[in-house]
């Protein structure tokens, strides 16, 4: 005779109250089909440069496969010290202000958890990544969400900035260039939002990722301005401009007291990034420069084909200037986001994201991912183009 044991319910009420990834039902989905085109995936097409690969293979065939320092190896972070510094003009010292993390993600996650205490508030710049609002829910925040628009090119303007803040906020997350959208902010755009964060005296979280995917210019990090450096967690890694989204590596800079609580978390759960991926990244930074350049050409080219394709068949598009991502609006159509993107799967077997898996200000826009071939993007047009042609 068996015993059934009686039990309250064993999820926390917090993660009851998360809601799965908008993302993950249309890539199970495509998944299940054949001849999906898949536009959906915001991951580089480019295998990982194969001096990577070399670094990474040839550290495991010298035996180095024991833990590194909880915060990295030390030489891979005086290298991405003398990256940052050169390429975006902000310095971090190595030993002080840098932790390598398991991908930007786990990046987000720490810091967050190390500067919230229960109910206070963080702004959240939209359309937005998906995992930020579950991550400030699971460290105890509460999500404010922001606006932008495609009439200003999604950028975040002082007076939505403004708007927003009351006796809670404590601090905001955004990332530039964005994803979904691939707006960008300027160095003089940022100037015009330093008066109110420094008057409400809020932390911010510059999710970074895609800084080295821009176009026509560099990318402007908001730490590099006056005053910013100490207030700014700076995150960022080597899945998308060196392509090793699996090798799942990332690295947070901030001032010591910010980074000395973030890596106490980081001792508990993670204690060290995989020793193998540090190498290969320590090779990425040392002689990697010319195949991430290779592959951000590459990518404009594909950007200035997909945003002029999606006009020609009717889509209102903005022309991204960074990431890999076009954000075109489908409202023109009449079918929401959803019912585009389950249309357009359905009947032409190309896979994109609604845009309001990213919040409300996505609503009315695809996401379209334009890190796949040519040839995979030619394909891709001509079946939108038959779907707008019946919607018609």
């Not at 495509?30 to 959906?40: D, P």
């Not at 939002?193 to 995917?213: C, G, T």
């Not at 450096?229 to 890694?237: C, E, F, V």
Request: proline share 5%; charged share 25%; aromatic share 8%.
């Amino acid at each position: 005779m068996s015993t059934q044991v009686k039990v309250k319910n064993r999820l926390s009420s917090t993660v009851q109250s998360l809601k799965p990834s908008g993302i993950r039902r249309f890539f199970d989905l495509a998944a299940s089909m054949e001849g999906v085109i898949s536009l959906g995936v915001g991951e580089p097409d480019f295998v990982t440069p194969w001096r990577m690969r070399e670094a990474s293979i040839s550290s495991l065939e010298r035996g180095h496969t024991a833990y590194t320092s909880n915060a990295g190896m030390l030489p891979l972070r005086v290298e991405i010290q003398k990256y940052l510094e050169e390429r975006f003009s902000v310095s971090y010292h190595p030993e002080t202000e840098i932790l390598v993390t398991v991908g930007a993600s786990e990046a987000i996650d720490i810091a967050l958890r190390a500067i919230l205490d229960p109910g206070d508030e963080v702004l959240v710049v939209e359309p937005c990544y998906v995992s930020y609002e579950p991550v400030i829910r699971l460290a105890g925040g509460v999500p404010v969400f922001l606006k932008t628009t495609m009439e200003n090119q999604f950028k975040l303007t002082p007076q939505e900035l403004e708007t927003h803040i009351t006796e809670r906020t404590k601090a905001i997350i955004f990332c530039y260039p964005n994803n979904p959208t691939g707006g960008t902010m300027t160095a003089e755009e940022w100037k015009t939002l330093l008066p109110i964060i420094e008057k409400h005296d809020l932390m911010v979280i510059s999710d970074e990722i895609y800084a080295e995917l821009t176009y026509g210019r560099m990318h402007d990090s908001i730490a590099a301005l006056p005053g910013m450096k100490d207030r700014t967690i700076l995150i960022s890694g080597f899945s998308k401009a060196f392509a090793m989204t699996g090798w799942r590596l990332g690295y947070v800079c901030a001032s010591p007291d910010l980074l000395a609580g973030m890596l106490k978390i980081h001792q508990y759960t993670m204690l060290c990034a995989p020793t193998m991926a540090q190498m290969a990244a320590l090779e990425a930074l040392r002689h990697g420069r010319s195949d991430m350049e290779r592959m951000i050409e590459s990518y404009r080219q594909r950007r200035n084909y997909v945003v002029d394709g999606f006009r020609h068949i009717g889509l209102t598009c903005h022309e991204p200037d960074g990431a890999f991502y076009a954000f075109p609006s489908v409202a023109s159509t009449g079918l929401s986001s959803a019912e585009f993107a389950e249309k357009l799967l359905m009947e032409e077997k190309v896979a994109v994201v609604p845009g309001d898996v990213f919040g409300e200000s996505g609503k009315g826009h695809i996401r379209c991912s334009y890190a796949t071939s040519m040839e995979q993007l030619k394909k891709a047009l001509e079946r939108m183009e038959r779907l707008m042609g019946r919607l018609s």
